[in-house]
């Protein structure tokens, strides 16, 4: 509704989509962030120049990782994810600590994950000992990003040493769930210092092919993902630089198996033999 005495004309209103600039110079439907030049009518695949911080899963001329509705990107430089939820991984965690929503440790400040220390100091040594990866992962100078992806989600994994080149999988490949690298700035190089960040690429869901993660004989509920993502690859390969971090994985998801009376999981080849994601 307008305050009084004043007026309003929405023909010469020149804010619109994603709270951008309508320029109607090029088309009918262009819009100008600080970094790009977006044309609506190609929907998520509308920059007319490459993003300043490319994503390697996705084409350099995507906006808003493909999907206009379901992200947003104010400044056109950086996605901000609203997939998840901070609720969900909130119940998550819970679910995992096998606390209630009241002894939670876990907590969202400003978008980031934190802990409470009163409630973490009242858990028990089993919950204490699975929370403490999680903790220093948090503490840590390497940013760990959580990012909801898709089944089909293109995730670079190796890079050969002798061309320099990336290779791509699908998500579902690798069971929903993948923690990787990001590119370091300027170059087509993962960096597995962890330096650049690192993305943990996740479906939301337990993994598509139990079978192929398990052999078949293990439940996997999905609330042990962001366990064996974060507190188990992240903290070990990006924080202690484990060459056995997927060994070392395998024995820290078993711990949260434990709290909650279900088959440990065994060795598998993805996690037997020194693997980088």
Known sequence: MLQPGRTFNPSEYSFGFNSQEKVNEITPDHYTALYWE????????????TDPKPDLSISPYSCFNGNPIWFS???????????????RILRKLSKGLNVTKEENPFYFEKGKLQIDPLKASKLSTEQQGILENINSAIENDIVFTL???????????????????????????????????NVKPGTKELDWTGKSGVTIYWTGRRPGSVEAVTGGRTSYPSYIVPFHEIGGHGY?????KKVDQGELTIEYENKVRRLHHIIERKPDPYHTIPTKY
């Open 38 to 49: 977006y044309d609506a009518r190609l929907g998520g695949n509308g920059r007319w120049n």
């Open 73 to 87: 990107d104010p400044m056109g430089d950086t996605v901000i994810v609203t997939g998840f939820k901070e609720k």
């Open 147 to 181: 990012k909801k992806s898709h089944w089909y989600t293109q995730i670079p994994i190796v890079q050969k040493a002798t061309t320099k080149s990336l290779e791509f999988v699908e998500l579902w490949q690798l069971g929903g769930a993948a923690t990787v690298p």
């Open 236 to 240: 070990y390969r990006y924080i202690l």
